[in-house]
């Protein structure tokens, strides 16, 4: 048995240690992996500092949230038209925008032609009836001029000034605060002749608009007058009816 064993060693010979590949631990191939990831993310984050250098962080991240989804078409802002009407005018028509005042602090206005020819920024609009002549062949203001019709004798001049509009003249009347309490049956005649329907309804501090022409006639369509009564338990402001107002496109004359 002992020789059997030792010729057995003998064949075999002498025993050496297999050698095996050497294979990295888990914990290092973290650390690459790791490692790899953060070049990565700086070199992403330098490429978007570059593609957006001026741009804020929080703009960046929006940006970057928003990738991939559907543009936001903006509507551009609705250009102006003349007197801040809503719809362009004609080329061959006036654009006019009468305003009354509402309260105190808000005063009466007459634009024509995107030009203001009665407000608080020329400083011509005061307490009573504001009244403004315009040419109508031309479009050229004529004169213009308030008339207090609380406190005073100006019924009477109003009426003159009324009546010396030449024709072919554009008459535009606004009240500011009281129009009515020395509104006297000359000056409601004159206007009543130009074809105001509500001067004879003029109350204390009614609001009232009128648009009128001299020496010729305005399409039916166009809107001319209005109204509003002062009431205590619908007043807008303390004492005061609301502001009212009329707009349109008078048909300029023909060449």
């Not at 024509?112 to 020329?122: A, C, I």
Request: hydrophobic share 35%; with cysteine.
């Amino acid at each position: 048995m002992k020789g059997h064993s030792g010729q057995e060693s003998q064949e075999l010979g002498p025993s050496h240690p297999q050698q095996l590949p050497v294979v990295p631990s888990a914990g290092a191939l973290k650390v690459v992996l790791l490692v790899f990831a953060c070049l990565c993310a700086w070199y992403s984050g330098y490429l978007l500092a570059e593609l957006i250098p001026d741009a804020p962080l929080s703009s960046a991240a929006y940006s970057i949230r928003n990738i991939g989804e559907r543009p936001v078409l903006k509507a551009p802002a609705p250009k102006r038209q003349k007197c801040d009407h809503w719809t362009p005018c004609p080329s061959d028509t006036y654009a006019y925008r009468l305003l009354s005042g509402g309260g105190k602090n808000k005063y009466a206005k007459i634009c024509f032609e995107d030009n203001l020819l009665m407000g608080e920024k020329l400083g011509n609009v005061a307490r009573g009836i504001n009244i403004a002549i315009v040419n109508y062949v031309t479009g050229n203001v004529t004169a213009a001029r308030c008339f207090d019709m609380y406190e005073g004798d100006n019924s009477g001049p109003m009426t003159e000034f009324i009546q010396s509009a030449p024709s072919k003249s554009l008459l535009f009347m606004v009240t500011y605060d009281d129009g009515s309490t020395r509104l006297k049956d000359d000056a409601k005649n004159a206007i009543e002749a130009l074809g105001s329907r509500e001067i004879r309804n003029m109350k204390f501090r009614s609001s009232w608009v009128f648009l009128a022409a001299k020496g010729f006639e305005l399409p039916s369509e166009i809107e001319r007058e209005k109204i509003n009564h002062s009431d205590t338990k619908n007043n807008r402001y303390s004492g005061w009816p609301a502001e009212i107002q009329i707009e349109g496109c008078i048909p300029r004359e023909p060449s």
